[in-house]
Structure formats: structure tokens, C-alpha cells
T-cell receptor, first 113, second 112 residues
Framework: DTEVTQTPKHLVMGMTNKKSLKCEQHMGHRAMYWYKQKAKKPPELMFVYSYEKLSINESVPSRFSPECPNSSLLNLHLHALQPEDSALYLC????????????FGPGTRLLVL | SQQGEEDPQALSIQEGENATMNCSYKTSINNLQWYRQNSGRGLVHLILIRSNEREKHSGRLRVTLDTSKKSSSLLITASRAADTASYFCATDPGGGADGLTFGKGTHLIIQP
């Protein structure tokens, strides 16, 4: 299995909702990442997990809460989001957090109303 | 701030022609990578070139790296309609961080 899966593919939520994005990989990778991508912009790094520990948090607002339950799973919990948080959320993994090739999932397209 | 800056921002060529995209970056790097993204989809890794390499090939792709000019180019030869996508260069930002920093990207359109 050489892919990263993300669920759901699309999500519409209100500003008072709580939802979660899920990412899964079975390649034995020990580093996983969340990126945010606005339309016609490059992906921007949000969080890095290395060996299930959060190693980087790029000054992301607390309404985004990452969780890494095990080496194959990465969640992003969403609460009290703003309309400007609408974007494509991409998950990626790599064998280690060593700046090498990253493997991306298809993304979750989030719309906050 | 973005590490990589691609140009052109958009490129439209005829099928069969070659497409060249450039990327400039600001700080020293360990490697530079190129990714492709089809509309609204995830990114696909194309090629990685290390700081001690000058040129690398993979199929119809040719990447060059000039660390003295802090620039890289991606050449796609004999373009196909399926090559229509956005292309991003990505660098490690240095300072011990482990995520990638992406350039603004080049949107490539191959006209059939």
C-alpha cells in the first residue's frame, strides 16, 4: 500500500461545529504532516508529527488541534472555525522527518459557512 | 515567507512542445524537490535534486540546480495534455524545521 488516504473528501461546517479530518498511511512512515492550501496558492505547513510526537506547530490558531493516535493515523480536529479557514487540507507522510520526499493524500476540501 | 518563487506563473504551450519552469530560492538548501498538482487534488512528487547535484533526469523530466544562483529549472519534454497541472518547487527551509516550503507554482496548460 503506497498511498495516503484522507477522509472526508469534502466537508461543509458551520462556525459553531466541531469536526475532524482523518489521514491514514500504511507505508510505515514515521513522519506525518498537515498542510493548508488556499485556492491558487501553494500549500502552507501547519503541523509536523515525528514518531507520533508533535515537532512543529507553525503558529496555527488553537481552533485547529492535531492528534496522532498511532504511527499510521493523523487527525485534525476543527472547532469554531472562521470562513477564512475554508481551504484544501492536505496530509502527507515521509519515512522520517528528514526533508526527503513527501507523499500526499488527495486532500479534504473544507467550506466554513 | 515563501522560500521558492516560480516563474512563469502561468504557461500555455502546444502538445509536443517542451515546457520550462524556473524556481528561485533565498537560503541554502539540502535539496530541492518538484511536485505536480492536478486541479484541486493532492501533490505528486516528481523529482528530488540534492544540493551537490547539478542535473537530474527522470523520464521526460530534466531538473537543473544552480546553488550559486539559488535557482532550479524543470524541463518537461514532448509535453502531453495530461501534463496540464500546477508545478511547485519545494525546499527545506533550514533551521532544523522538517516540513517543506513551497514556491508559488507555475500553472501549465498543454493545448491539444
Amino acid at each position: 500500500d503506497t498511498e495516503v488516504t484522507q477522509t472526508p473528501k469534502h466537508l461543509v461546517m458551520g462556525m459553531t461545529n466541531k469536526k475532524s479530518l482523518k489521514c491514514e498511511q500504511h507505508m510505515g512512515h514515521r513522519a506525518m504532516y498537515w498542510y493548508k492550501q488556499k485556492a491558487k496558492k501553494p500549500p502552507e505547513l501547519m503541523f509536523v508529527y515525528s514518531y507520533e510526537k508533535l515537532s512543529i506547530n507553525e503558529s496555527v490558531p488553537s481552533r485547529f488541534s492535531p492528534e496522532c493516535p498511532n504511527s499510521s493515523l493523523l487527525n485534525l480536529h476543527l472547532h469554531a472555525l472562521q470562513p477564512e479557514d475554508s481551504a484544501l487540507y492536505l496530509c502527507a507522510s515521509s519515512p522520517t522527518a528528514s526533508r526527503e520526499t513527501q507523499y500526499f493524500g488527495p486532500g479534504t476540501r473544507l467550506l466554513v459557512l | 515567507s515563501q522560500q521558492g518563487e516560480e516563474d512563469p506563473q502561468a504557461l500555455s504551450i502546444q502538445e509536443g512542445e517542451n515546457a520550462t519552469m524556473n524556481c528561485s530560492y533565498k537560503t541554502s538548501i539540502n535539496n530541492l524537490q518538484w511536485y505536480r498538482q492536478n486541479s484541486g487534488r493532492g501533490l505528486v512528487h516528481l523529482i528530488l535534486i540534492r544540493s551537490n547535484e547539478r542535473e537530474k533526469h527522470s523520464g521526460r523530466l530534466r531538473v537543473t540546480l544552480d546553488t550559486s544562483k539559488k535557482s532550479s529549472s524543470l524541463l518537461i519534454t514532448a509535453s502531453r495534455a495530461a501534463d496540464t497541472a500546477s508545478y511547485f518547487c519545494a525546499t527545506d527551509p533550514g533551521g532544523g524545521a522538517d516540513g517543506l516550503t513551497f514556491g508559488k507554482g507555475t500553472h501549465l496548460i498543454i493545448q491539444p
